[in-house]
């Protein structure tokens, strides 16, 4: 059974949002009647997207956790030694990074228990 299709937050707060959902809906429908054209075009829509955040998940949970590992090198580094300017400057750049992602995946969270709590108190 699929799942029904929603929009996420997060999608919109991705930079490369815009380009995939560009090129999902130019991509030529497989009908000429338009009822059939729409909802083929809105299908393949869902398709793209959907493929697109699994991928981009996986991208992000490994770029939190590569940024993760940074930060911690450079935490250890700082115990042993100082850290120069360059790494003081790298250190609180790949804190924000951090930050940013964090959020987002908060925002993946917060939307999708929200959803749940709303689909429970439906059900009951």
Request: charge should be positive; avoid cysteine.
């Given at each position: 059974?699929?799942?029904?299709?929603?929009?996420?937050?997060?999608?919109?707060?991705?930079?490369?949002?815009?380009?995939?959902?560009?090129?999902?809906?130019?991509?030529?429908?497989?009908?000429?009647?338009?009822?059939?054209?729409?909802?083929?075009?809105?299908?393949?829509?869902?398709?793209f997207i959907s493929q697109w955040a699994t991928l981009q998940r996986r991208a992000d949970s490994l770029n939190r956790r590569t940024l993760e590992s940074q930060i911690e090198t450079l935490y250890s580094k700082a115990e042993s030694s100082s850290l120069d300017d360059h790494e003081l400057l790298m250190l609180r750049s790949l804190k924000l990074e951090l930050d940013s992602a964090l959020e987002i995946e908060d925002a993946i969270w917060r939307q999708r228990a929200k959803t749940r709590w709303i689909k429970d108190e439906v059900l009951t």
């Open positions: 059974m699929l799942r029904p299709f929603h929009m996420e937050l997060w999608w919109l707060k991705n930079s490369t949002f815009n380009s995939i959902l560009q090129s999902a809906w130019l991509h030529p429908p497989n009908s000429s009647l338009a009822g059939a054209r729409w909802s083929s075009q809105w299908r393949l829509l869902q398709k």
